[in-house]
């Protein structure tokens, strides 16, 4: 029994499916899902089959489920309780099941205090709410004190401009001028809010006057601008406390500010003043860094003969540094022109540095120091395009031939050209129009474990990739498609449905558990024992399993690092996905748009055999999609590895 309309079946009928496809954290939220039950019933309907019991598996709404044996088993409801059920085929079910919970998203803090507001307008108390919604009374009483914002922050907050933290540490006052006076000012600014930065403006804590704002500001310019200082008998000289950070914040500001113009004179984008800095800072932001630049036949010659001046000074003066008098002033402008020299042999790439920036702070002496070299979100596609035509420059320069040329190697056992073989230039960006989250978490998945299984087989490759893994953290502060922390990259088991099979991988996993010790302390000793070979191996076979490729619904600057590395390793590894993926019915076609796949069907085999599917139901067309690529080697372009040729339409479908 199927239908496309809703059903009322009983809840003694319902049991659990064990194709289910959420696993974890089944009972989060249980109390409330009970209390919203109890109050409103069910508002979704579940998605089951009919078992050979007799019962109704259900595929998708377990914890709904739970939470109505639960209220059973309490007594609240009875067994014969209705719940609304919509009955599909097993397979459809799961698959219904799939789409719900990736689509699905939890409500956003804003709209709970929205929702809890509107309750407590109508005389609920809050306990009144907290049952409703099945939650903590402190739960609701913090989400309450949004209510004390500010408009412009809780629409910033809205925005996912702010945290949650920050906007909890706007309510410790009820002032919203003073709030949104904050808040301007630390936008303007261009500082991350941290809570506790907004707590001191906003309750305008004391500062001890040894501190670098107040060094850097000077007590007459202080108390000036209206402040004052907090001193008792037992204050030394000049100890004591400043009554306003606050104050003492928009001062140091205003006179970093002085600053600036002569930084971006050096050719930087953005510079912004900041009384503290901290590393939160630069979250988001990308990195440039310092290049070796050679020195010119001047400079070199020049700190040839400062560094034989300062070594007889450290001789005249038994290796101490000169105090006072024409030798110390002798030294010290030696030194100055040394630090000068030196300093133009490592420098940003200009152009790199056009897009760049950083902020103008304090040292904790209260000198100004710049911390520099920060890519904001909205250049970083900048950044990436300007690297790759450095990537293609060199490349023309040098006369790289790209793995493109290389013919006739066995499948992995071919060894590396060259000492210090470079990994290939960044890919070009992929189009994925048409291709739905839930499609793209499956490829990438596929191509993660391809990847694994290529990598396993080139342990050149491997020790290069665990080189660059630790390069990129250390040296570069860059992210890598490959984890040396290390750990296995989950993937789940329905995306594995869709999968390359890597039960090779798995055996060769299991040969080394086998033979390398389990008790604890003895591991390094054995590793030390193997020959090089077999250490290249464990290498390759721990840096596969490490992979991680996967897709990622909102990517950061670092999931597009890790893209990027995939791409470049699929390259050295010349993967071709063709032989570990192959389109399906079920696992791919009928998973696009009609149109999209009317568009790979001419991609793989011309234009005629995509009109020979125009017009068919989708199904249907899904089915003969697979026959009309079969054969030709065609794959989606977020799994396309560049270097590899890719087969042309027209050919392959006569071959056919």
């Avoid at 249980?30 to 019991?53: F, P």
């Avoid at 709970?112 to 108390?125: L, P, R, V």
């Avoid at 038994?318 to 006072?324: C, K, T």
Wanted: hydrophobic share 45%.
């Amino acid at each position: 029994m199927t239908t496309d309309t809703l059903e009322m079946i009983p809840v003694s009928k319902l049991v659990q499916a064990p194709e289910n496809v959420r696993r974890t954290n089944t009972d989060a939220g249980h109390e409330g899902m009970k209390a919203s039950i109890l109050c409103d019933g069910i508002l979704q309907n579940l998605i089951v089959y009919v078992t050979d019991k007799e019962k109704f598996a259900v595929a998708g709404g377990e914890r709904r489920r739970k939470a109505l044996a639960a209220l059973v088993k309490q007594r609240k409801i009875p067994k014969s309780y209705e719940v609304p059920v919509l009955v599909k085929p097993r397979e459809e079910a799961v698959a219904l099941s799939l789409a719900e919970n990736v689509q699905r998203e939890n409500m956003h803090p804003a709209d709970e205090f929205a929702a809890f507001a509107a309750m407590i307008d109508q005389g609920k108390s809050i306990e009144d709410v907290a049952a409703r919604f099945g939650v903590m009374p402190a739960v609701v009483t913090r989400r309450m004190k949004l209510g004390k914002v500010a408009p412009v922050i809780l629409a910033a907050f809205r925005e996912d401009e702010i945290s949650l933290e920050a906007v909890m540490g706007f309510t410790v006052t009820d002032d919203h001028a003073e709030q949104a006076q904050v808040f301007a000012d630390l936008t303007a600014r261009g500082v991350q809010m941290q809570r506790q930065t907004v707590i001191r403006m906003l309750t305008h804590q004391k500062v001890g006057t040894d501190d670098a704002r107040f060094i850097y500001v000077g007590e007459d310019a202080y108390v000036a601008a209206g402040g004052t200082i907090s001193r008792d008998l037992f204050d030394t000289e000049g100890g004591g406390y400043a009554d306003d950070s606050a104050l003492l914040d928009r001062l140091t500001v205003e006179m970093l500010a002085a600053e600036v113009p002569a930084i971006l004179a050096e050719g930087w984008k953005w510079i912004a003043p900041v009384a503290e800095h901290d590393d939160a800072m630069a979250r988001g932001f990308a990195r440039i860094h310092l290049r070796y630049q050679p020195l010119s036949g001047e400079d070199e010659a020049r700190r040839a003969v400062i560094s034989t001046r300062l070594d007889e000074i450290a001789e005249e003066t038994g290796g101490d540094e000169p105090e006072d008098g024409p030798l110390a002033e002798e030294h010290a402008a030696l030194t100055a022109e040394l630090d000068a020299i030196e300093s133009r042999e490592h420098a940003f790439d200009r152009d790199e540095q056009a897009l760049a920036g950083g902020w103008i702070t304090l040292d904790e002496d209260g000198n100004p120091t710049a911390v520099l070299g920060y890519v904001k979100r909205e250049d970083i596609p900048a950044l990436d395009a300007l690297r790759q035509r450095g990537d293609a420059a060199m490349e023309d320069e040098e006369g790289v031939e790209t793995p493109e040329g290389a013919e006739g190697e066995d499948e992995g056992d071919g060894e590396a050209e060259g000492e210090g073989e470079a990994l290939p230039p960044s890919p070009a960006p992929v189009s994925t129009a048409g291709l739905s989250d839930a499609v793209l978490t499956d490829l990438h998945a596929a191509r993660t474990i391809a990847l694994r299984l290529e990598l396993a087989k080139r342990p050149d490759i491997a020790l290069r990739a665990v080189a660059h893994a630790l390069a990129a953290r250390i040296m570069a502060h860059e992210t890598g498609a490959l984890t040396v922390s290390v750990h296995e990259v989950y993937i789940p088991a329905i995306s594995k449905t869709h999968c390359p099979d890597d039960d090779a991988l798995k055996s060769r996993i299991g040969h080394w558990r086998l033979r390398l010790p389990g008790k604890s302390g003895e591991l390094w000793g054995a590793i030390l024992a193997l020959s090089d070979e077999d250490l290249l191996d464990l290498i390759a076979v721990c840096a596969a399993v490490s992979i991680d490729a996967t897709h990622q619904k909102h990517g950061d600057f670092a999931f597009r690092q890790r893209m990027t590395h995939a791409g470049q390793l699929a390259t050295t590894l010349q993967l071709d996905m063709a032989k570990h993926w192959q389109p399906t019915a079920d696992g791919f076609f009928s998973r696009i748009s009609k149109t999209s796949i009317l568009d790979a069907v001419e991609d793989a085999a011309g234009a005629k055999a995509a009109g020979r599917l125009d017009g068919l139901k989708k199904g249907v067309m899904a089915v003969e999609a697979v026959t009309a690529v079969a054969g030709t080697g065609w794959v989606p372009g977020v799994l396309r590895t560049q270097g590899l040729p890719t087969p042309e339409p027209e050919a392959e479908a006569e071959a056919a």
